[in-house]
């Protein structure tokens, strides 16, 4: 199965997905990695494990999204690619895309949804008073961070955590829940 891992930043679950998919049995590809921005630092990581690695980037459709989204949905056609996986991709997403996608495009989100959907999770929850957080991965629908969850994992908050030691704990288990719910959902294709 081919999928295509859109990002904006980084890129490291993107990179734990491109290990993943390289190990004997797996059952997807990842055939194109894409990103909003040509500065985005998985793109270097991306071409040099061997992945075509593209920028739609979003700079000359200016406020117009779903342009930039159609352009992103022809390059995605293009290449044959069936799922979509969101990894760092920090744009709002247009119905355009969403509906074009249904059932076939996943976000993970660095907190146990339904709680603290949006930015800044680590910090609210460690602000909250909260001895557990997680990641999550979802198939993406109209409303943000919603839509139907596919896998968790969950990590304590210790007491000297920051949201930065907290985010280290989350994302070595976002990297794992990742691979592991994407190999399951294409396996119930
Ligand atoms: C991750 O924490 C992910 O959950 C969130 O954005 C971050 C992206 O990190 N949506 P990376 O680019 O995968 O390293």
């Not at 989204?69 to 895309?97: S, V």
């Not at 074009?100 to 800044?120: F, K, Q, V």
Request: hydrophobic share 45%; aromatic share 4%.
């Amino acid at each position: 199965t081919k999928v295509a891992v859109l990002i904006s930043g980084r890129g490291s679950n993107m990179e734990a997905l491109v290990r993943a998919a390289q190990a004997p049995g797996c059952p997807f590809e990842i055939a194109l990695v894409l990103a909003n921005k040509p500065d985005a630092k998985g793109l270097e990581i991306a071409s040099e494990a061997g992945v075509e690695a593209l920028c739609v980037d979003q700079k000359p459709f200016g406020k117009d999204r779903e342009a930039h989204e159609r352009a992103i949905d022809a390059a995605l056609r293009e290449r044959g690619i069936e799922i979509i996986a969101l990894a760092g991709y920090m744009r709002i997403l247009t119905p355009f895309l969403v509906d074009a996608w249904e059932g076939r495009m996943l976000n993970i989100h660095p907190s146990l949804l339904p709680n603290y959907p949006g930015l800044d999770t680590h910090a609210r929850a460690i602000a909250a008073g909260e001895v557990e957080a997680g990641c999550t991965v979802h198939l993406v629908t109209a409303g943000v961070d919603e839509g139907p969850i596919l896998g968790q994992a969950r990590v304590p908050i210790l007491p000297d955590d920051d949201d930065h030691t907290l985010a280290a704990r989350v994302l070595e288990q976002e990297h794992r829940l990742y691979a592991k719910t994407l190999a399951d959902f294409v396996r119930t294709l």
